[in-house]
């Protein structure tokens, strides 16, 4: 079992596929015309970090009507609400502040990697996340 799309509403389909595949790195892995359940013409708009084709992926989906438009940017009411990992946590830091991402204090070390919240083109809070370090062997405690 797996999650296979999570939607993130967006205010224009073309400046989010933008963003997620040129500043994060993410493949555009569907585009395709669809209806709207009243039958109005919307896009069916899939990316996914690159690589594996089983993994997670975002649908971008634009927003319609009021109450969707007032969610842009506040899906998780202000949290960090997606976790970005990465394998070299400083070229990717590095790049997307050279894209202007956004980013939310300065990266710091945890126990589970290098961490800092930036947020999305919508502006979503993220975590974007270098590996986790090895755990250290410590003396043997028999």
């Not at 993130?8 to 555009?28: P, Q, R």
């Not at 290098?114 to 590996?131: E, Q, T």
């Amino acid at each position: 079992m797996n999650i296979d799309l999570v939607t993130v509403i967006v205010k224009d389909y073309d400046e989010a596929i933008s963003f997620y595949t040129d500043v994060l790195g993410f493949e555009l892995t569907e585009d395709s015309p669809s209806l709207t359940n009243d039958g109005r013409p919307k896009r069916w708009v899939v990316v996914r970090p690159p690589g594996d084709g089983s993994a997670s992926g975002l649908l971008l989906a634009r927003a319609d009507g009021d109450d969707q438009v007032a969610a842009i940017g506040r899906q998780f009411a202000g949290r960090v609400g997606l976790f970005l990992r990465v394998d070299d946590f400083d070229e990717s830091y590095e790049r997307m502040k050279r894209c202007g991402v956004e980013f939310v204090g300065e990266p710091r070390d945890e126990s589970y990697g290098s961490v800092v919240v930036f947020r999305d083109i919508a502006g979503n809070s993220w975590d974007l996340l270098g590996p986790t370090p090895p755990t250290e062997a410590g003396p043997d405690r028999a």
